[in-house]
């Protein structure tokens, strides 16, 4: 089901481009696959890989966790006050 509101096509594109990698990178280079189970295990590794491996250009060439983790400690950092 979609996630955007009705007659938004965002959550969509950003859908379509996320398949289209998954195809590229994954299903089309390694077919004919034999069974549904070599498929879902592929899967999981190849989200393994692109969230902790692959390095993505869009956000400093770092994988999505690399980058999560490292919004959330720039994020965290105390806050140095003053009192004048």
Same mark, same amino acid.
């Given at each position: 089901?979609?996630?955007?509101?009705?007659?938004?096509?965002?959550?969509?594109?950003?859908?379509?481009?996320?398949?289209? &990698?998954?195809?590229?990178? &994954?299903?089309?280079?390694?077919?004919?696959?034999?069974?549904?189970?070599?498929?879902?295990?592929?899967?999981?590794?190849?989200?393994?890989?692109?969230?902790?491996?692959? &390095?993505?250009?869009?956000?400093?060439?770092?994988?999505?966790?690399?980058?999560?983790?490292?919004?959330?400690?720039?994020?965290?950092?105390?806050?140095?006050?003053?009192?004048?």
């Amino acid at each position: 089901g979609s996630v955007g509101s009705v007659g938004d096509a965002y959550d969509n594109a950003l859908m379509e481009s996320t398949i289209g &990698l998954f195809k590229t990178e &994954l299903i089309k280079p390694r077919r004919p696959w034999k069974t549904l189970s070599d498929v879902e295990l592929a899967t999981a590794e190849y989200v393994d890989w692109y969230n902790h491996r692959r &390095l993505h250009g869009e956000i400093g060439h770092v994988p999505p966790v690399e980058y999560e983790n490292n919004h959330y400690r720039a994020s965290t950092k105390p806050q140095v006050t003053t009192n004048n």
